[in-house]
């Protein structure tokens, strides 16, 4: 296996910035997926069109992401083995990892097929989107194994220190998708489907680019398929289920969201949805800090360096700090004019231009939670980062988010969650601060 970056020295600073800007690029390529199917189907298609789309996209996100959960296990299991310098270790987990997210991969897709319309109609999905949103739904659904195998490429890599190979494995998916995104919605005329087609065609095809890639330039110790010792698989499971609900939590937490949305009807639903493309965007450089802050810490943790641990956080918080405040103080100003990129009609302009000026400015907190989060997770701590999510998501911020909407109207979805992010930042410096997560043994997944 080729030589991959080593974070247990050298200047953390340098190594921060090399690391997550790639990450934080290819972050940006993984939204404008979305953003670029936002633009066609907004422009081509109509408001109603757009709003299927983002209803569809929440649904997804949940359908796979316990099983992108347990890919993001990789981030602390590969990296300690990476700072031990066990490759050994690393290439018989790489293993269980790949047997295990194949068989919930074709789980996860047939599930998603095939309940899709009654998952919509939970989620109040407007009827005038809801034919919609059930085939956009169906299509990616059948390709959950594309996305999901070149996700995990990108992870492995990321947590042996390379974040440069997954930015162009990403960057050619992306121009692939931009160049079938037309042709599939305005030159075949198949309208939503188009785009989903687009989408799984270039993610399907930048897999198996990956898989050559890594392959043939010995980027990981990927072999022929096997069946995983009993040991391994337990670690995964005792690491990748709580992670795995982590991520349901998340997204199922973000699909209660939706369903308060909808209840405000399609012009909300359609500014919700242009702006929350956008604010997906502000969101990119706190979550690759995250990233790139679980990887280095896990290197260091497995290598006992906690010196190193506790200097790479803070030197997180700082530049997401930094970042976030600039990066929303833009988006106020321009709000108005970047939703107009994706829809026309006046009142889903005006909400989405209003959203996105009220939570903008909340996103540091935000940023927190990620910075945090990733040093916690690092240590193998999944269950306490779960506890974690579930306050952030259903203790303070759906219910936050109906309670405000219910007094104020259609202005209190972006007031509820803003406030959830800075509660969840002040409970998650508590935790990191006086928590036992620096107790963790990733061998047991238990406290000593």
Known sequence: MRQSHDFTQGNIWSQLFSFSLPIMLANLLQVSYQIVDSLWVGNLIGANALGAVAVAGTVIFVAFSFILGINNATLTILSQ?????????????LNAFVVLLAGLSLLASFLGFAFAETILNLLNTPGAMLAQAKAYLQINSLGMIFVIGYNFIGTVLRALGDSKTPLKIVLAAVILNSVLDPVFIATFNWGVNGAALATIAAQGLAFLAGLYIILKGKLAP???????????????????????????????????VMSVVN??????????????????????PAQALGTAVNSM?????????????????????????CIMFALALGVYFLAGPAV??????????????????????????????????????????????LILNIISFWVLRYPLTYAFSSMI???????????????????????FRYGGWRRIRLETGRSE
């Open 263 to 284: 209840s405000f009807g399609p012009h909300v639903v359609s500014g919700y949805s242009a702006a929350h493309r956008l604010d997906h965007v502000i969101m990119l």
């Open 297 to 321: 810490a896990g290197q260091n943790i497995g290598a006992n360096k906690w010196q190193r641990v506790f200097k790479i956080a803070r030197y997180g918080l700082f530049t997401n700090l």
């Open 81 to 93: 083995q990476k700072g031990k310098g066990d490759e050994r270790a690393l290439a018989r987990y």
């Open 222 to 256: 990927f072999s022929l398929p096997s069946i995983p010792a009993k040991k391994e698989v337990l670690l995964i499971l005792k690491l990748g289920v709580p992670s795995g609900l982590q991520m349901s939590v998340i997204s199922a937490g973000a699909a209660a």
């Open 409 to 431: 109207g259609e202005l209190g979805i972006a007031i509820g969650m803003g406030s959830s992010f800075v509660i969840s930042s002040i409970i998650a410096f508590l935790y």
């Open 340 to 385: 107009s990129l994706f829809i026309q009609e006046p009142d889903a302009v005006r909400f989405g231009k209003e959203f996105l000026q009220a939570i903008a400015l909340f996103y540091p907190f935000l940023g927190i939670n990620f910075v945090l989060n990733g040093t916690v997770r690092a240590s193998g701590a999944m269950y306490q980062v």
